[in-house]
């Protein structure tokens, strides 16, 4: 079973900076997805950030110019930089490690318990 194990949430001000990390096992594929989603009270889970193993990235416009996410395949590990946070960043964080399916291998996607992020003053 693969776990994913998040940290680094907490409490910041409006325009504070914080860093999520997140740490998967070494069972993983280095070709996995590892990505970042977010789900407010009320709101539907959604993506934050993912980046693939070549370092290509996707970015939600909502956070564009403000977040950076980083990945280490050698530590399967994830980090998402978030800098010039807004109190409706507000919302419990989740690392997402996720492998396609094809013809001869299923796809799985493997989720952390999630990390409080608080944007306030």
């Known amino acids: 079973q693969v776990q994913v194990v998040e940290s680094g949430g907490g409490l910041a001000q409006p325009g504070g900076s914080l860093r999520l990390a997140c740490t998967a096992s070494?069972?993983?594929?280095?070709?996995?997805?590892m990505g970042w989603y977010r789900q407010a009270p009320g709101k539907q889970r959604e993506l934050v950030a993912r980046?693939?193993?070549?370092?290509?990235?996707d970015y939600a416009d909502f956070v564009k110019g403000r977040f950076t996410i980083s990945r280490d395949n050698a530590k399967t590990t994830v980090d998402l930089k978030m800098n010039t946070l807004k109190p409706q960043d507000t919302a419990v964080y989740y690392c997402?490690?996720?492998?396609?399916?094809?013809?001869?291998?299923?796809?799985?996607?493997?989720w952390g318990q999630g990390t409080q992020v608080t944007v306030s003053s």
């Open positions: 997402n490690v996720k492998r396609f399916a094809t013809p001869l291998n299923p796809g799985y996607s493997y």
């Open positions: 070494e069972s993983i594929s280095r070709n996995d997805v």
């Open positions: 980046i693939f193993s070549n370092r290509t990235t």
